[in-house]
């Protein structure tokens, strides 16, 4: 009788990283320098986000510009997910990985991406999300998908709101520097009676509640009885 063994992962052959390279102190500094001409940061809030420990960083996603804002106002090294697509350059791939990147497979359940999200924070690492898990486009907050709160559950990590206003207009004002503002709320903490669609709630209003009123979409309005 013939046996099927699964097919191995190909990513079980690379190195994802689990602390801060060398290579990624490079890329921030090169890209804080590129920045320092484009673009002018406006931070709020940058005190919340712990100094140690896991956290998950949660900010909502415009353009696929928005995690380079999100690293550049932390100090911390951010890790995060992206679709797999961007990581079919073999450099691009490269200097990704090494910039604390890992790749998903979209439209799927991607096991592999979501055990690797659970190592960066058992690693104790900040672990970079859109938990709208595509762009919005500027249309406003899209209904959030419930990945974010699970890890948080899982690994007992906060949930660091953050809110972007302005990366969709990078390099559109050329040779004026674009402004971007960046709020970084309070850490949510899972609560012990809590499931992954109410934390999922929390954390999407305090990201709402940050942004302004025409960017809150199907966070708009928080329903009569909500408690944060």
Not at 66 to 91: C, G, H, W
Not at 95 to 117: N, S, Y
Not at 158 to 166: D, E, S, Y
Request: glycine share 8%.
């Amino acid at each position: 009788m013939e046996i099927n063994h699964p097919t191995p992962d190909p990513r079980e052959k690379k190195t994802y990283y689990l602390h801060e390279t060398f290579t990624r102190r490079v890329i921030v500094a090169l890209l804080q320098t590129f920045a320092w001409f484009v673009l002018k940061f406006e931070v709020h809030g940058a005190e919340n986000l712990p100094s140690k420990g896991s956290a998950i960083l949660a900010c909502n996603h415009v353009t696929n510009f928005d995690i380079f804002p999100m690293q550049l106002s932390i100090s911390r090294p951010l890790f995060y997910m992206a679709k797999e697509e961007l990581m079919r350059n073999p450099i691009m791939e490269y200097l990704l990985r090494k910039g604390g990147c890992f790749p998903v497979f979209r439209g799927t359940q991607d096991e592999w991406a979501k055990q690797h999200a659970e190592k960066v924070l058992q690693h104790g690492q900040v672990l970079g999300i859109f938990p709208e898990g595509t762009r919005s486009k500027g249309r406003g907050l899209r209904a959030a998908k419930s990945g974010t709160a699970r890890f948080a559950i899982r690994t007992h990590s906060p949930i660091v709101p953050m809110a972007l206003i302005g990366s969709h207009l990078v390099l559109k004002s050329f040779p004026r520097r674009t402004k971007i503002q960046v709020t970084i709320g309070e850490p949510i903490f899972p609560r012990s009676d809590e499931g992954a669609l109410a934390l999922t709630d929390r954390m999407m209003f305090a990201i709402a509640a940050m942004l302004p009123p025409d960017q809150r979409g199907a966070y708009a309005e928080i329903p009569e009885g909500f408690s944060d």
